[in-house]
């Protein structure tokens, strides 16, 4: 847990109510550790056993830690994880996994925040990743919560393009609060760029 935090993680982390946070695809913990540190209870999951063995040793009582494997598909432990409005916030970043993106934002709570940070289109003249499969295409996190009918998503910040740090990369972040549906349900037009 010694790397640094993601700058935008800490710019919008004090947007998060209380509740429980889930860190996903939490790898060594930096976010989890950083999170429980300002008082919040956080859900590491990951599917690396040592990665979690390690958030575990360091013995903060505010973090819990559950292996699940993300990308098998459907299955008991997916479910059980992403229960309906169960979070006060979801923190992603430096993972993308498609399929999962209808089952995060539901399980993000009202007036519960959206954090997610990932690698865009342009990255492969970067390095790794530069498969499309996990690069963000231009305005995806973007058009992912207007096309959320669950929720109605009111965008605190976006951005996407080149970051110099800590490495270069093209990213795309997002920073988003689940509102209480509109009357009738969320229709894609509700999405509010502030």
């Not at 790898?27 to 540190?37: D, K, S």
């Not at 990951?46 to 299955?75: C, F, H, K, V, Y």
């Not at 393009?161 to 093209?170: E, H, I, N, Q, R």
């Not at 920073?175 to 549906?181: G, S």
Request: proline share 6%; with cysteine.
């Amino acid at each position: 847990m010694i790397n640094s935090i993601s700058p935008w993680v800490a710019r919008f982390g004090g947007l998060i109510p209380a509740g429980t946070v889930l860190d996903l695809a939490c790898g060594n913990g930096r976010h989890a550790l950083w999170l429980a540190q300002r008082g919040l209870q956080v859900l590491a999951v990951d599917r690396n056993p040592e990665l979690l063995a390690e958030i575990d040793a360091a013995g903060i009582t505010d973090i819990a830690t559950q292996q699940i494997e993300l990308e098998a598909g459907p299955s008991d432990a997916l479910a059980a994880l992403f229960q309906a409005h169960r979070f006060s916030a979801v923190v992603v970043t430096n993972y993308l996994h498609r399929p999962l993106f209808p089952a995060i934002l539901e399980s993000v709570a009202k007036q519960g925040v959206l954090l997610y940070e990932t690698f865009a289109a342009g990255n492969e003249q970067f390095g790794k990743p530069s498969n499309p499969d996990f690069l963000l295409q231009p305005g995806e996190l973007l058009a992912l919560l207007a096309a959320d009918t669950a929720g109605n998503w009111r965008v605190v910040a976006f951005e996407d393009g080149f970051a110099d740090g800590p490495k270069p990369a093209m990213v795309q972040r997002i920073c988003a609060i689940k509102c209480a549906a509109e009357q009738g349900g969320a229709a894609a037009s509700s999405l509010r760029i502030a």
